[in-house]
């Protein structure tokens, strides 16, 4: 099955967290970007797949808990 593939901020709601933890995990090694150059923004899209997803009420979508921090995808690759 190919990666269901979202942007930023639809990263960001599923997991609960804002945007700029969304990078940051990117940058820690804990997601994995992807680049679709035919988009106007940035480009960069997250698996959802890799991302946490937040604990909702299912009646209204308000935030419970914001899904946990991910796993370091290779700690080899923080190694060098």
């Known amino acids: 099955m190919p990666p269901q593939l979202v942007t930023e901020d639809l990263a960001a709601y599923w997991t609960g967290r804002p945007a700029t933890t969304i990078r ?3 940058a820690e090694g804990r997601l ?5 150059p ?3 923004r940035n480009g960069v ?4 797949a890799e991302l946490p ?3 909702r009420n ?3 979508r308000e935030l ?6 991910p796993d370091i995808i290779d700690a080899g690759l923080l190694a060098a």
């Open 38 to 40: 035919a988009r106007r």
């Open 24 to 26: 940051r995990w990117a």
């Open 53 to 55: 997803e937040a604990k």
């Open 32 to 36: 994995t970007r992807h680049h679709d």
């Open 45 to 48: 899209l997250y698996d959802l």
């Open 58 to 60: 299912p009646d209204t």
């Open 64 to 69: 419970i808990e914001p899904g946990p921090t």
